[in-house]
């Protein structure tokens, strides 16, 4: 009697990943607790182990393809004396079994195990340039003309002809035209109900809904979530030269879908400000070689965690989370931040915890060790959850200012970039000044302007001051 291997729940909300390789094959005999598959999810790359001994007797997946939680990995015969793998405390199932370096990147499609249940498409009232984000409440407004599966349209019949090309006279109005154009209707392929074939508002949006409902039945998959905003269809690039498809890597995938989902429904603001740091780049500097004795390293990073776990305290209105289900503010009692990290395989945010009960040097040793462990994709899934407020710092590459978009569920992020010498006028005259460019960015259904002003001004005060603030904590 053979055993179906399907793929476990994974944790941390993780419902699918992409097979990176499997390591056996039909016939072969596996043991309890063997790897069989590793999997790519946005969080790192993991092994699956096989809960039991047995033989192979077929394999159901391949490189490449994207497999979901309960899914059939391969079919077993058991071993009838074989007894099954221990399994891992409840808590541990967030953390993955045995992380393992990144694979290659890889090309071609993956295959999508099954197809979401075709949904009805919304009566379209007026343009409507955002969709709501899943677990959010709808947004009011006109519902999206088109839904996430017109991204699969091509150019032909959903894309404006390539400029030069003759284009047919078009009975419609100059508002019917812009309709069409702001809802990614070709004009000249609708229909018009009027006196001499005259093209209305409705017979626009009749025919996005027809196309519609044709990218849903040819292509039931979308590249996104089903939250995603709905975008223009693309016409044929190859019509201008060569191009090449790269499939987007998990963490890209979930990159774009959360900060999509974050840009269309939060109402975000960014206050900036600077920090005159000279004194404590100098102090940092002097001190730098006790810290790598621990085996730390002493970054302005580090030095920012325990400065923002200070400011938290200082200010608990930015260490909370906006439940908007509920008209609720969940204020948080803990200071976790993250820091977000530019790995090889895309941006992912770590997290350090209990920095206001940390040392310093403890602070910069555990950065050191997660930052390493995120670019290496070791980092277990609940490393990277829990964060209040999250750190991002661009200062090694370069930049005069940026704009950081929030890390939800957060309400706050804070942005630095590259500091630089700038001449301060301060007791009637010129002096040299190392100074810091600081971003803050926040929820403005949670944070007023004034408060991110005073929030950021104290961080701003603090790295100025450095010693005043060890001396008030």
């Known amino acids: 009697m053979t055993t179906a291997l399907r793929l476990p729940d994974l944790g941390d909300n993780i419902d699918s990943g992409d ?42 997946v391949e490189p490449g393809q994207t497999i979901s939680v309960g899914q059939v990995l391969l079919t077993l015969e058991p071993r009838p004396d074989a007894a099954p793998a221990p399994q891992p405390p409840a808590d541990a199932a967030a953390s993955p079994a045995r992380p393992v370096p990144a694979a290659e990147p890889r090309t071609g499609t993956a295959p ?23 677990g959010q409440p709808a947004a009011a407004g006109p519902a999206p003309a088109m839904p996430p599966s017109a991204l699969a349209e091509t150019a032909a019949g959903a894309y404006p002809a390539p400029i030069g090309s003759p284009r047919p006279l078009v009975p419609a109005a ?34 996005a809904r027809q196309l519609a409902a044709r990218a849903r039945a040819a292509s039931p998959a979308a590249p996104l979530s089903a939250g995603a905003v709905p975008q223009m269809a693309l016409p044929d690039f ?62 302005l990073t580090a030095i920012l965690l325990k400065v923002v776990g200070f400011a938290l305290k200082a200010h608990p209105q930015f260490n909370a989370s906006f439940d908007a289900a509920r008209g609720e503010i969940i204020q948080k009692h803990y200071v976790h931040l993250g820091v977000a990290v530019d790995t090889p395989h895309g941006l992912l945010v770590p997290v ?31 490393e990277l959850q829990g964060g209040c407020l999250t750190i991002t710092n661009v200062g090694t590459i370069g930049g005069t200012g940026f704009t950081p978009i929030l890390n939800p569920p957060e309400v706050a992020i804070v942005g630095v970039a590259r500091s630089a ?11 040299p000044r190392l100074l810091l460019p600081l971003a803050l960015t926040f929820d403005h259904r949670v944070i007023d302007g004034a408060d991110g002003a005073r929030f950021l001004r104290w961080i701003a005060e603090a790295l100025t001051n450095p010693f005043t603030l060890l001396l008030e904590s």
């Open 238 to 299: 190859s019509q201008w030269g060569p191009i090449e498809r790269v499939p987007m890597s998990a963490v890209r995938r979930l990159t774009a879908e959360r900060l999509q989902a974050v840009w269309q429904t939060t109402p975000m603001a960014t206050h900036f400000d600077k920090a005159d740091i000279t004194d404590l780049e100098a102090w940092r500097q002097r001190v730098a070689p006790q810290v790598e004795q621990a085996g730390g390293k002493l970054t």
């Open 421 to 431: 010498v700038e001449p301060v006028f301060s007791d009637g005259q010129f002096r």
């Open 112 to 134: 999508h195990d099954a197809a979401p249940e075709p949904q009805p498409t919304p009566p379209v009232e007026q343009p409507a340039p955002f969709a709501t984000a899943p």
């Open 174 to 207: 100059p508002s019917v035209r812009r309709l069409a154009r702001e809802i990614g209707v070709d004009i000249t392929q609708v229909r018009g109900s009027g006196p001499g074939g005259r093209i209305s508002a409705e017979d626009v949006k009749a025919c």
């Open 352 to 382: 350090v915890r209990d920095v206001d009960r940390k040392s310093l040097t403890q602070l910069a040793v555990e950065l050191a060790e997660i930052a390493g462990k995120a670019r290496q994709r070791r980092i277990a899934p609940a």
């Open 19 to 60: 097979v990176v390789k499997v390591l056996v094959a039909a016939g072969d005999t596996v043991t309890a607790g063997q790897p069989v598959v590793e999997l790519e999810t946005d969080k790192a790359i993991i092994e699956v182990p096989c809960p039991e001994s047995g033989t192979v007797t077929q394999v159901h």
